[in-house]
């Protein structure tokens, strides 16, 4: 099995809700976005996949969050715009992006700061 990982990132401000403690106010991160694909072949050229391709599908949907409240926007309104969330709405937004045979998004991972992240991954 062979993984490719490409980095990007976003900075935005979100506060969460039930939440007791500094977090319920709003604040804001520079994220860094881990994000992974995978696949058990390599092409005829020996590549798992594109970095561009990866890249630039990764940076179609940070820019949807780039400056903004993420508690304003459609995927956060119902649920807290955590770590956890964040990670898993990347995820979801990147499996409809990447749509080559035989390379599966494996993870993604959102760093709010540089000791802290979490991970979504099926």
């Known amino acids: ?3 490719v990982k490409v980095l990007g ?3 935005s401000a979100h506060y969460l809700r039930k939440y007791k403690g500094k977090c319920e106010n709003m604040h804001g991160h520079n994220y860094k976005i881990e994000a992974v694909v995978a696949t058990g072949k390599l092409n ?4 798992a996949v594109d970095f561009g391709d990866v ?3 990764l940076y179609e949907i940070t820019e ?3 400056h903004k ?3 304003e926007l459609a995927p956060f309104k119902k649920v807290n715009p955590s770590a956890e969330n964040i990670s898993k709405h990347i995820y979801a937004e ?12 494996a993870r993604v991972s959102v760093w709010e700061t540089e000791r802290s992240c979490a991970t979504y991954f099926e």
């Open 1 to 3: 099995m062979f993984e």
């Open 9 to 11: 990132g976003f900075a």
């Open 44 to 47: 005829e050229i020996g590549l």
């Open 55 to 57: 890249k630039a599908a």
């Open 64 to 66: 949807t969050l780039d």
């Open 69 to 71: 409240v993420l508690d």
């Open 94 to 105: 990147l499996k409809k992006k990447v749509k080559l045979k035989g390379v599966k998004v």
